[in-house]
């Protein structure tokens, strides 16, 4: 075999009795991920994890990007195995990273000893193939300060190994071990940067989308179904449940003043959002909801609003500027999909004077009017589902 990764695991080693469990969701995590790429075998042994294609055929690039965007690795590299001798080890670092240590100024190299039994520490190791190199690259200067490029020499319990720097991974926690939550997703910006947040620290995520139906197009669905599809690139598959809101919306605009109308409006998305998510077994909401971003973005708002249900409701991009969620967005690629300009059903009968510090008792009277239990069983009859995966 000539090339394989190897992983190492981020937080997770930290956590005691619970390790095994995560250690097995991010094998089959990773193991998932990499179906596309052909068949490879994925095993952790002390806090690293091994990926090593099986057989002719694996698409070793692609697998490579997998691995990069799966939370709960700190850092990866590739790397080629060797056997656990000196010789094997310099061939090994002549043959797969020769071409690269040719480009450098200077060298150092750096090993580890993983495998106690074997005979020389790391130093010396380093001291020894660190002194062939030399005598290969006359050229090229050894400086263990500040070194061009490092070559790393790990001897481990099955095999020796030989890479370069390793790259930064996705860091987190795998997707899973958190338990299951609901984001509310809409067109914009910020939701899917609060759904890769929360994902990045273990949630699997299911998505839920507000739909009004002929004031929003169904481009204005596409591209939500395109958000969700791009996140799920890091968080593995999602469902999708579209909720018609159209009969809500309109019966809002008939029986509400008008400056209730948004928060009247969020309080059914999140009754209904509650009820869903409850129903595809996940313990929280989330939303792109950030502090003082619009009027119904107010502490008072967000007061009256997450009134109406008893989840936890996760807000992770509270207390983010709007530049702030924006370079987010752009390093998760869903940035040039948000700003297609498709409108959302938060956009349609905006009141010109929102009410910015509502009053629950307030909302409640004016909410009376409407028949909310026939409007929400109504509207999650119409909910249709979607599925995505990246
Ligand atoms: P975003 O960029 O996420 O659209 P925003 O600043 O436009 O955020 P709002 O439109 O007020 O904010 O919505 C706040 C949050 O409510 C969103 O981040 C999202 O979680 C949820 N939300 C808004 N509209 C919808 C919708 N049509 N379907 C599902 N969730 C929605
Ligand atoms: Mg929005």
């Known amino acids: 075999m000539n090339e394989m990764f190897l992983l190492k695991l981020g937080e997770i080693v930290l956590k005691g009795l619970n390790r095994f469990s995560f250690e097995n969701r991010l094998k089959s995590n990773v193991a998932h991920r990499l179906r596309p790429y052909g068949k490879f075998r994925v095993y952790i042994i002390q806090s690293t994890m091994y990926v090593e294609p099986e057989g002719e055929g694996c698409d070793l690039d692609g697998a490579w990007e997998a691995c990069k965007n799966v939370f709960g690795v700190v850092n990866l590299c590739r790397c080629r195995p060797c056997e656990k001798t000196l010789d094997a080890v310099y061939q090994a670092v002549i043959d797969y990273l020769g071409g690269e240590l040719s480009q450098a100024r200077s060298f150092k190299v750096e090993s580890k000893r993983a495998d106690k039994a074997f005979p020389m520490t790391s130093i010396q ?39 370069g720097p390793a790259e930064k991974g996705a860091g987190g926690l795998p997707t899973g071990v958190a338990g299951r939550a609901a984001v509310l997703l809409s067109g914009g910006i910020d939701s899917p940067v609060a759904a890769y947040m929360m994902a990045k620290r273990g949630l699997e995520l299911e998505s839920i989308h507000f739909f009004s139906y002929p004031y929003t197009s169904e481009q204005a669905k596409e591209k939500v179904i395109e958000l969700a599809r791009l996140v799920s690139r890091y968080c593995g598959r999602m469902t999708i449940r579209v909720v018609g809101f159209t009969e809500i919306q309109e019966a809002i605009r008939d029986h509400c003043p008008e400056e209730y109308f948004t928060l009247i409006m969020r309080r059914f998305m999140m009754r209904i959002a509650e009820r869903i998510a409850a129903a595809d077994g996940c313990g929280c909401l989330i939303t792109g909801e950030s502090l003082g971003q619009v009027a119904s973005q107010t502490m008072q708002a967000m007061a009256v609003t997450g009134a109406v249900c008893r989840m936890p409701v996760f807000r992770p991009v509270i207390g983010m500027d709007k530049e702030e969620i924006i370079t987010i967005a752009r390093k998760i690629h869903t940035m040039d999909t948000s700003i297609l300009p498709y409108e959302d059903c938060c956009t349609v009968f905006t009141p010109r004077h929102p009410k910015t510090k509502p009053v629950l008792a307030e909302i409640e009277a004016v909410e009376a009017v409407l028949d909310v239990e026939a409007l929400i069983q109504r509207a999650i009859e119409k909910t249709t589902t979607e599925h995505v995966m990246y």
């Open 125 to 163: 190791i380093s001291q020894e193939i660190g002194g062939r190199l030399a005598e290969a690259f006359p050229e090229i200067a050894v400086d263990v300060h500040h070194p061009d490029y490092t070559v790393y020499v790990e001897i481990r319990d099955r095999s020796g190994y030989v890479h």
